[in-house]
């Protein structure tokens, strides 16, 4: 089974990298390979992962021990999972100060107070145990956790996963401050493509195992060019369209196990045709930035995106791109209108009274 092949992308320092796609699409089984904390029966067959110019992939456990949790490290899923319940909050980051630097308990619990008020839990919070903690505490101490011995890179699991939207909102806000404050790089891995709009620089989408697409956050919501990509944008409600039933995607994606020959995508994609089937698409620059692995898109002299010769009904794919650019807009400016406080119309509320009715 392969569930990461022929990814490449970089992280430069203060820059948010994020990575959508469905469950069981191996997102977390790229953050592990590149933390190399894979289990012991997975094997990386090639590739590099270069830390400031050191290789992760060559390197021993003992400089690894030295890179993790220092120079780079890692939010995972489960902030409940994440935290030992048997010992306290001050205690676990104190640990993590203490394995890295050559200092006492008290200046490492002094950091780890520090470190809780800046992230909004407090330092009174420092003898509390896990239980004692909400869900969006545990998740704000899992990412103190992660910071505390101020990493330039940070790999962020699903960090909203199980938060309501109100504690979703204060720790995307939480994460955009460390971000600015501290200028470390961060990946953003999600399956929600609104909270990568939050925050990304840059996306990648990624799906069977492959990056499908990599553009700049506002390039890939503006103009979305693999078929894949535009299925998960048009999976978002419009809140200020006309009532109307929510698109999906039908199936499910591959088993990475046994997956499809050609394009992975090909199965769920309404405009495959016989080169999907049996090719792989490479994954190629088809404008500035704009990295695509689709059959049906190449890039022209100009440096812009342009539709290969395919079956009929293909051309919709980039005009449906070019209509849904408002509505994709709108995902990403959604937050900023929110922290400004707009209201939505009263109208809107007026005609979902009369539907009740």
Not at 51 to 70: H, P, S, V
Not at 211 to 234: C, I
Request: proline share 7%; charged share 30%; glycine share 10%.
């Amino acid at each position: 089974m392969r569930a990461v092949q022929d990814v490449t992308f970089d992280v430069g320092r203060g820059e948010i990298v994020g990575i959508a796609g469905e469950s069981g699409s191996g997102k977390s089984s790229l953050a592990l390979t590149l933390l190399r904390l894979l289990p012991r029966y997975a094997v990386v067959e090639r590739g590099r992962v270069l830390l400031d110019g050191e290789d992760l992939l060559a390197m021993g456990e003992d400089d690894l021990r030295r890179i993790r949790g220092a120079k780079m490290s890692y939010v995972p899923q489960a902030s409940m999972n994440a935290l030992d319940p048997v010992f306290t909050v001050g205690d676990q980051l104190a640990e993590a100060v203490l394995a890295h630097r050559d200092v006492g308990r008290e200046e490492a619990l002094r950091a780890a107070a520090e470190l809780l008020d800046e992230v909004g839990v407090g330092r009174d919070r420092l003898g509390s145990y896990p239980h004692e903690l909400s869900g969006g505490q545990r998740q704000r101490v899992a990412i103190a956790m992660a910071l505390i011995n101020s990493p330039e890179l940070v790999i962020l699991d699903e960090p909203t996963t199980a938060l309501d939207v109100i504690v979703q909102a204060q720790i995307l806000r939480l994460l955009e401050d460390l971000r600015a404050r501290h200028n470390m790089g961060m990946i953003l891995i999600t399956h929600d493509l609104s909270v990568i709009a939050e925050l990304a620089d840059t996306v990648i989408i990624y799906y069977g195992g492959r990056v499908v697409e990599r553009a700049p956050a506002v390039e890939l919501y503006r103009n979305p060019l693999h078929p894949y990509t535009q299925a998960l944008l048009k999976a978002f409600p419009d809140v200020r369209a006309r009532r109307q039933r929510f698109s999906f995607l039908p199936g499910s994606p591959p088993n990475l196990a046994d997956p499809p020959p050609g394009c992975p995508f090909h199965p769920r994609c309404p405009y495959a045709f016989d080169r999907c089937r049996t090719e792989v698409p490479r994954l190629r620059e088809v404008s500035p930035g704009h990295w695509v692995a689709c059959h049906l898109v190449r890039g022209d002299a100009d440096g812009r995106a342009d539709l290969r010769e395919g079956p009929e009904g293909v051309l919709p794919v980039l005009q449906g791109a070019a209509e849904q650019d408002n509505r994709h807009q709108a995902i990403r400016e959604g937050g900023r209108r929110r922290e400004h406080g707009h209201r939505p119309r009263r109208g809107g509320r007026a005609r979902r009274r009369d539907r009740q009715r």
